[in-house]
């Protein structure tokens, strides 16, 4: 619609449909997530998610390339939202459920604010605190057979004051974690008990 801000995009794992996350898609703060079928010649427009003021910013698919999911922070409610992508490329969202991590503040709330999926059944959440100096954890998640989000518990991991933002993403093979942020990029090991390693130094910006 006129008006609307393209604000992410991403390709399902098997390059059929393209997601495109809307800003102001039918009014202020009405955001949604349009969804496009790729051809030879280009994409064409399939549907769109039904409105939701968190929507928007790019979304994570899962390894089977069953279920999206996404953050958003509107206000003081921050939330993290899922879709199940039908056959046809379209999004049905669902609650994934989940629980946000105790951070090392006990007294601070943490906003989820970047997310990479592995690939292979697990998926990684940064959240910053909302105080003026934020500390910043990263949690892992099993994604379960019906979507929901099983935290790990013994995988929260303090990375400290960095910055607001921290960017992560997962190599292809899904073991090795990049934390991003103002700080520089930390890189992690992922265990095979879903449990993060630091590995070497913070590599400077």
Do not use: M
């Amino acid at each position: 619609p006129q008006g609307s801000l393209v604000s992410s995009l991403v390709l399902d794992r098997s390059n059929s449909t393209l997601y495109g996350g809307e800003l102001e898609f039918d009014g202020a703060d009405d955001n949604a997530y349009a969804a496009f079928g790729t051809t030879s010649t280009g994409v064409a427009f399939a549907g769109n998610t039904a409105i939701n003021v968190d929507d928007g910013n790019r979304l994570e698919i899962s390894g089977n390339n069953a279920f999206l999911y996404g953050s958003g922070c509107y206000f003081a409610d921050w939330d993290i939202f899922g879709f199940v992508r039908g056959s046809n490329g379209l999004l049905t969202s669902f609650d994934p459920g989940g629980t946000y991590p105790v951070g090392p503040d006990p007294e601070a709330t943490y906003c989820p604010i970047s997310l990479s999926s592995s690939g292979h059944g697990t998926i990684a959440i940064s959240y910053s605190s909302i105080d003026a100096s934020p500390d910043v954890i990263v949690s892992i998640y099993t994604i379960l057979g019906n979507g929901k989000l099983e935290q790990v518990a013994t995988s929260i991991k303090d990375v400290g004051n960095l910055a607001s933002y921290v960017a992560l993403r997962f190599d292809p093979s899904g073991n090795y974690l990049a934390v991003g942020s103002k700080g520089g990029i930390q890189p992690f090991r992922l265990n095979a008990n879903k449990t993060l390693t630091k590995l070497g130094k913070t590599v400077g910006t």
